[in-house]
C-alpha cells in the first residue's frame, strides 16, 4: 500500500506544472460550481442534469452531479497540488466524455460548440496525470514524509 501511495505522490521537481496546474484547477473548479452551484451564471445542477439527459447523458442529475464534483474537486485539489495525478485522470476521461458526446459533432472551434477547449482541457490533464504536481505542491511535501 505504501508503495502505491508513493508512486502516486511521486513527482517531477520543477515549477512548470505550477501554472498547468493553477490555470486548469481554476477553470475545472469554476466549470464544476457552475454545474454543482448555479455560481456564474448558469442553472445548477438541476438545469445542468436536465441537459445532460437532452443530450443522451442519462440518468441527467446523475451525470451532472458527476461531472460537477469531478470538475469541482479535482479542480481544487490540483490548485493544492494534492493527489494531482488522479484528480487529472478523472478530469482527462470527463474531458473525452464532453468531447465525444458534446463537441466532437460541432467541429472544431470553440465558436460553434466545438471541442477546441475541451482538448486544451484535456492535454493539460493528460500532461499532469504524467508528470505529477511539481516542486510547489502538497504531493511533493507528503511524498518526503512518506
Not at 466549470?31 to 436536465?50: P, R
Not at 490548485?79 to 484528480?87: C, M, N, Q
Amino acid at each position: 500500500m505504501n508503495t502505491i501511495l508513493q508512486n502516486t505522490l511521486a513527482s517531477r521537481a520543477g515549477f512548470d506544472t505550477l501554472a498547468l496546474r493553477a490555470v486548469a484547477g481554476i477553470i475545472f473548479a469554476a466549470h464544476g460550481a457552475q454545474k454543482l452551484f448555479g455560481w456564474f451564471g448558469v442553472y445548477g445542477l438541476d438545469g445542468t442534469g436536465q441537459w445532460m439527459a437532452s443530450v443522451g447523458l442519462e440518468p441527467g442529475w446523475l451525470m451532472a452531479a458527476l461531472a460537477g464534483g469531478v470538475e469541482f474537486f479535482a479542480g481544487i485539489a490540483l490548485l493544492l497540488g494534492l493527489l494531482v495525478r488522479p484528480a487529472a485522470l478523472l478530469l482527462a476521461a470527463t474531458m473525452v466524455v464532453a468531447i465525444v458526446v458534446v463537441h466532437l459533432a460541432n467541429g472544431f472551434f470553440m465558436a460553434t460548440n466545438g471541442y477546441e477547449f475541451a482538448l486544451a482541457l484535456l492535454a493539460v490533464s493528460v500532461a499532469l496525470a504524467v508528470r505529477g504536481a511539481g516542486s510547489y505542491s502538497l504531493d511533493r511535501w507528503l511524498a518526503a514524509r512518506f
